[in-house]
């Protein structure tokens, strides 16, 4: 009986201790385990990453060649419950117009008269090149000066491709230029934060230049709008004519006759 009794307590006490590791062991932490490639699968690594490959390069085709950008590509495996029918030919393929930018899917297909299935496997293509960020809080219509910037390499694709394009990467980018919003320190500039900084303003008294073929006229005139270095101006001249021309430094225009 006195046996008996002990072996129960002890049955007692494991079970109290298990109670209590489970109380106290804090939380559960899901460990990701990574599942054998099928075999099938693994011959097609190569052929989805040369289609992910010609897919970036139209991507790049979206940067200046001097923010030297480049790719990284990364290839999921099909889910779980992609259980297919063995097939000779398999295609792999971008649905529409899909850009390869980010996370997305590249589908599969089996092209065998007998046989038709078609499968979507996660795969990644991260973009990486400099991009030019704020030393420091600047308002609107500050101009930013070199020492007010770094250029850093950096994720492209941590942000949507439309964005990525206007971003800047070179501090020559900011000169002539001030801000149109206020931006907060530690922040990627894109173009459509800058504008042109006014080298003319509506109203200045300009000097017009008139270009023609082998000839050049001088002018004075009244600008009639504001505008930057490069920018289209209208311009009133001496005999009360109306001209576009293109604002230059020193309150200068130039006209093409």
Not at 2 to 12: A, F, I, P, T
Not at 157 to 172: E, H, K, T, V
Not at 191 to 198: A, I, N
Not at 236 to 254: M, S
Request: proline share 5%.
């Amino acid at each position: 009986m006195l046996e008996r009794g002990n072996l129960s307590l002890c049955r007692l006490a494991a079970v109290l201790l298990a109670v209590c590791a489970l109380i106290y062991s804090g939380p559960t932490v899901a460990v990701e385990t990574t599942a054998p490639v099928p075999v099938w699968f693994a011959a097609l690594q190569q052929p989805i990453h040369n289609l992910l490959q010609q897919a970036a390069v139209n991507v790049l085709k979206e940067f200046p060649a001097e923010q030297a950008v480049h790719t990284e590509i990364r290839i999921g495996q099909p889910g779980q419950n992609s259980q297919v029918e063995p097939c000779q030919q398999i295609q792999p393929f971008l649905s529409g117009n899909k850009l390869a930018w980010g996370r997305f899917y590249v589908g599969l297909r089996c092209l065998d008269n007998e046989t038709h299935w078609q499968v979507y496997v996660p795969v990644e293509v991260k973009y990486f090149g400099a991009l030019l960020y704020t030393q420091r809080t600047a308002v609107t219509g500050e101009a930013l000066q070199v020492e007010d910037v770094r250029a850093d390499n950096a994720e492209l694709s941590n942000y949507p491709l439309a964005f990525a394009r206007q971003m800047l990467y070179n501090p020559d980018q900011i000169q002539q230029q001030i801000l149109a919003r206020t931006v907060a320190t530690n922040q990627p500039l894109r173009s459509s934060d800058l504008k042109t900084r006014p080298t003319i303003a509506n109203g200045d008294g300009v000097r017009v230049r008139m270009l023609g073929q082998g000839f050049t006229l001088t002018a004075q005139g009244k600008a009639l709008q504001t505008a930057g270095e490069g920018q289209p101006v209208r311009v009133q001249i001496e005999n009360g004519r109306i001209l576009t021309g293109t604002a230059r430094l020193n309150r200068q225009v130039e006209v093409q006759l």
